[in-house]
Protein backbone atom coordinates (compact mmCIF):
# COMPACT_ATOMS: atom_id res chain seq x y z
CA UNK A 1 0.00 0.00 0.00
CA UNK A 2 1.71 3.42 -1.30
CA UNK A 3 2.01 5.93 1.39
CA UNK A 4 2.43 9.54 1.31
CA UNK A 5 4.39 11.66 3.17
CA UNK A 6 4.98 15.08 3.25
CA UNK A 7 6.62 16.89 6.22
CA UNK A 8 9.09 20.10 6.30
CA UNK A 9 12.63 19.71 8.40
CA UNK A 10 14.93 22.29 8.21
CA UNK A 11 13.25 24.22 4.80
CA UNK A 12 13.81 20.54 3.20
CA UNK A 13 10.34 18.67 2.07
CA UNK A 14 10.20 15.15 1.60
CA UNK A 15 7.47 12.96 -0.14
CA UNK A 16 7.65 9.34 -0.45
CA UNK A 17 6.42 6.18 -0.17
CA UNK A 18 7.20 3.90 2.71
CA UNK A 19 9.03 0.87 2.32
CA UNK A 20 8.60 -2.34 4.84
CA UNK A 21 12.25 -2.98 4.39
CA UNK A 22 13.43 0.41 5.63
CA UNK A 23 12.20 -1.16 9.22
CA UNK A 24 14.26 -4.20 8.97
CA UNK A 25 17.31 -2.27 7.94
CA UNK A 26 20.38 -1.43 9.81
CA UNK A 27 21.43 2.00 10.45
CA UNK A 28 25.01 2.89 10.57
CA UNK A 29 25.41 6.36 12.44
CA UNK A 30 27.39 8.86 10.62
CA UNK A 31 29.10 11.79 12.38
CA UNK A 32 28.14 13.91 8.89
CA UNK A 33 29.22 17.40 11.02
CA UNK A 34 32.45 16.24 10.41
CA UNK A 35 34.94 17.54 8.19
CA UNK A 36 36.91 14.19 8.58
CA UNK A 37 32.74 12.60 6.93
CA UNK A 38 34.24 10.68 3.98
CA UNK A 39 32.18 9.96 0.75
CA UNK A 40 33.40 7.79 -2.29
CA UNK A 41 31.17 9.01 -5.12
CA UNK A 42 31.28 6.75 -8.68
CA UNK A 43 29.80 8.03 -11.89
CA UNK A 44 30.24 6.75 -15.30
CA UNK A 45 30.85 8.14 -18.95
CA UNK A 46 30.99 6.28 -22.35
CA UNK A 47 30.96 6.97 -26.14
CA UNK A 48 29.52 4.06 -27.91
CA UNK A 49 31.19 5.33 -31.04
CA UNK A 50 34.26 4.94 -29.13
CA UNK A 51 34.54 1.87 -27.31
CA UNK A 52 32.01 -1.09 -26.46
CA UNK A 53 33.05 -0.24 -22.60
CA UNK A 54 32.37 2.80 -20.40
CA UNK A 55 34.84 4.82 -17.78
CA UNK A 56 33.79 4.57 -14.09
CA UNK A 57 35.78 7.23 -11.47
CA UNK A 58 35.24 6.76 -8.31
CA UNK A 59 36.46 10.06 -6.16
CA UNK A 60 36.80 10.24 -2.71
CA UNK A 61 35.75 13.52 -0.86
CA UNK A 62 35.70 14.46 2.64
CA UNK A 63 32.92 16.82 4.83
CA UNK A 64 35.07 19.75 3.74
CA UNK A 65 35.22 19.00 0.01
CA UNK A 66 38.97 17.92 0.31
CA UNK A 67 39.94 15.35 -2.67
CA UNK A 68 42.18 12.76 -1.18
CA UNK A 69 41.61 9.67 -3.08
CA UNK A 70 40.21 8.39 -6.47
CA UNK A 71 39.48 5.04 -8.72
CA UNK A 72 39.80 4.08 -12.32
CA UNK A 73 37.82 1.22 -13.89
CA UNK A 74 35.48 -0.06 -16.57
CA UNK A 75 32.14 -1.85 -17.18
CA UNK A 76 30.52 -3.05 -20.28
CA UNK A 77 28.15 -0.59 -22.20
CA UNK A 78 24.96 -3.33 -22.57
CA UNK A 79 26.46 -5.80 -20.32
CA UNK A 80 25.32 -6.68 -16.32
CA UNK A 81 29.03 -6.26 -14.57
CA UNK A 82 28.65 -2.92 -13.09
CA UNK A 83 28.02 -4.13 -9.45
CA UNK A 84 31.49 -6.38 -9.32
CA UNK A 85 33.21 -3.44 -10.82
CA UNK A 86 31.68 -0.63 -8.44
CA UNK A 87 32.63 -3.40 -5.66
CA UNK A 88 36.44 -4.25 -6.94
CA UNK A 89 36.86 -0.08 -7.02
CA UNK A 90 35.88 -0.10 -3.07
CA UNK A 91 38.29 -2.92 -2.68
CA UNK A 92 41.18 -2.24 -4.58
CA UNK A 93 41.27 1.49 -3.22
CA UNK A 94 41.86 -0.39 0.73
CA UNK A 95 40.55 2.21 2.77
CA UNK A 96 38.65 1.79 6.00
CA UNK A 97 37.83 5.39 6.32
CA UNK A 98 35.12 5.41 3.55
CA UNK A 99 32.15 6.19 5.09
CA UNK A 100 29.28 5.94 2.45
CA UNK A 101 29.03 5.29 -0.72
CA UNK A 102 27.17 7.36 -3.63
CA UNK A 103 26.34 6.26 -6.90
CA UNK A 104 24.70 8.70 -9.77
CA UNK A 105 21.92 5.98 -10.81
CA UNK A 106 21.51 2.38 -10.98
CA UNK A 107 21.07 2.13 -14.46
CA UNK A 108 24.40 2.91 -15.97
CA UNK A 109 26.27 2.30 -19.73
CA UNK A 110 22.66 1.72 -21.37
CA UNK A 111 21.21 -0.98 -18.79
CA UNK A 112 24.21 -2.27 -16.83
CA UNK A 113 21.74 -2.23 -14.05
CA UNK A 114 23.50 -1.85 -10.43
CA UNK A 115 22.26 -4.47 -7.78
CA UNK A 116 22.12 -1.91 -5.13
CA UNK A 117 21.42 -4.40 -2.18
CA UNK A 118 24.41 -6.70 -3.22
CA UNK A 119 26.82 -3.79 -3.33
CA UNK A 120 25.30 -2.53 0.32
CA UNK A 121 25.47 -6.36 1.39
CA UNK A 122 29.22 -7.28 0.40
CA UNK A 123 30.40 -4.18 1.37
CA UNK A 124 28.28 -3.01 4.40
CA UNK A 125 28.63 0.83 4.27
CA UNK A 126 25.65 2.83 3.57
CA UNK A 127 24.96 3.73 0.19
CA UNK A 128 23.31 6.19 -1.69
CA UNK A 129 21.72 5.71 -5.27
CA UNK A 130 20.92 9.33 -6.68
CA UNK A 131 18.88 10.24 -10.34
CA UNK A 132 17.55 13.36 -11.77
CA UNK A 133 14.30 12.76 -13.88
CA UNK A 134 11.22 11.63 -13.37
CA UNK A 135 10.61 8.06 -14.88
CA UNK A 136 7.46 6.12 -15.86
CA UNK A 137 9.79 3.01 -15.40
CA UNK A 138 11.58 0.81 -17.90
CA UNK A 139 11.05 -2.41 -18.05
CA UNK A 140 9.48 -2.07 -21.48
CA UNK A 141 12.54 -0.76 -22.80
CA UNK A 142 15.04 -3.54 -21.04
CA UNK A 143 12.54 -6.36 -22.43
CA UNK A 144 12.82 -4.57 -26.21
CA UNK A 145 16.39 -4.08 -26.01
CA UNK A 146 17.86 -7.25 -23.91
CA UNK A 147 15.49 -10.34 -25.10
CA UNK A 148 17.67 -12.93 -24.03
CA UNK A 149 18.48 -11.53 -20.54
CA UNK A 150 15.75 -9.10 -19.63
CA UNK A 151 14.34 -11.57 -16.53
CA UNK A 152 17.79 -11.27 -15.21
CA UNK A 153 18.26 -7.04 -15.26
CA UNK A 154 14.67 -6.76 -14.30
CA UNK A 155 14.64 -8.66 -11.81
CA UNK A 156 17.87 -6.83 -10.17
CA UNK A 157 15.28 -3.56 -10.98
CA UNK A 158 12.63 -4.21 -9.13
CA UNK A 159 14.77 -5.31 -6.41
CA UNK A 160 16.44 -1.67 -6.18
CA UNK A 161 13.03 -0.65 -5.01
CA UNK A 162 11.18 3.10 -5.51
CA UNK A 163 12.96 6.35 -5.42
CA UNK A 164 11.94 8.71 -2.93
CA UNK A 165 11.86 12.19 -4.33
CA UNK A 166 13.23 14.87 -2.05
CA UNK A 167 13.69 18.55 -2.21
CA UNK A 168 16.97 19.88 -1.98
CA UNK A 169 18.13 22.91 0.04
CA UNK A 170 19.19 24.46 -3.10
CA UNK A 171 15.42 24.02 -4.68
CA UNK A 172 15.75 21.35 -7.06
CA UNK A 173 14.57 17.86 -6.65
CA UNK A 174 16.42 14.46 -7.24
CA UNK A 175 15.10 10.70 -6.28
CA UNK A 176 16.74 8.40 -4.27
CA UNK A 177 17.02 5.14 -2.69
CA UNK A 178 19.56 4.76 0.36
CA UNK A 179 20.61 1.41 2.25
CA UNK A 180 22.07 1.61 5.72
CA UNK A 181 21.42 5.28 6.45
CA UNK A 182 17.76 6.46 7.55
CA UNK A 183 15.89 8.94 5.41
CA UNK A 184 16.98 12.07 7.93
CA UNK A 185 20.62 11.29 7.44
CA UNK A 186 20.34 10.69 3.74
CA UNK A 187 19.00 13.79 3.36
CA UNK A 188 21.46 15.47 5.42
CA UNK A 189 24.21 13.80 3.49
CA UNK A 190 22.75 15.06 0.65
CA UNK A 191 22.38 18.65 1.50
CA UNK A 192 26.19 18.90 3.01
CA UNK A 193 27.72 17.76 -0.37
CA UNK A 194 25.57 19.76 -2.80
CA UNK A 195 26.35 23.59 -3.32
CA UNK A 196 24.48 24.11 -6.57
CA UNK A 197 22.36 22.47 -8.20
CA UNK A 198 21.04 18.79 -7.93
CA UNK A 199 24.38 17.26 -8.25
CA UNK A 200 26.48 16.14 -5.06
CA UNK A 201 29.73 17.05 -5.35
CA UNK A 202 31.45 14.09 -5.04
CA UNK A 203 29.18 13.21 -7.99
CA UNK A 204 29.65 16.42 -9.71
CA UNK A 205 33.28 15.68 -9.92
CA UNK A 206 33.79 12.16 -10.75
CA UNK A 207 31.21 12.91 -13.69
CA UNK A 208 33.40 15.45 -14.90
CA UNK A 209 36.43 13.50 -14.19
CA UNK A 210 34.94 10.84 -16.34
CA UNK A 211 33.51 13.16 -19.24
CA UNK A 212 37.21 14.21 -19.54
CA UNK A 213 38.62 10.25 -19.79
CA UNK A 214 36.17 10.13 -22.62
CA UNK A 215 37.19 12.69 -25.24
CA UNK A 216 41.15 12.31 -24.10
CA UNK A 217 44.04 9.83 -25.93
CA UNK A 218 44.00 7.86 -22.35
CA UNK A 219 40.93 6.35 -23.11
CA UNK A 220 41.76 4.68 -25.86
CA UNK A 221 45.21 3.04 -24.15
CA UNK A 222 43.64 2.88 -20.78
CA UNK A 223 40.68 0.85 -22.45
CA UNK A 224 43.11 -1.21 -24.87
CA UNK A 225 44.59 -2.30 -21.35
CA UNK A 226 41.85 -3.73 -19.95
CA UNK A 227 40.54 -5.57 -22.98
CA UNK A 228 44.51 -7.14 -22.40
CA UNK A 229 43.78 -8.12 -19.11
CA UNK A 230 40.57 -9.46 -19.74
CA UNK A 231 41.80 -11.80 -22.56
CA UNK A 232 45.04 -12.70 -20.89
Not at 6 to 30: P, Q, V
Not at 76 to 92: L, W, Y
Request: glycine share 6%.
Amino acid sequence: MKTFLNFKKENTYIYSFSYIFLKEMEFRTLHIDKPGLRVLGIAESFNMEKSKKSILVGIVMRGDFIIDGAIISNCNIGGMDSTEKIIEMFKELNRDDINLIMLNGCIISWFNIIDLNKIYNDLKLPLICITYEESPGLEKYIIQYFPKDYKERIEVYKRNGERIEVLLKTGYKVFIRFFGISLKDSIKILNKFTLHGRIPEPLRVSKLFAKSLIQCSFFNSFISKSNENCNE
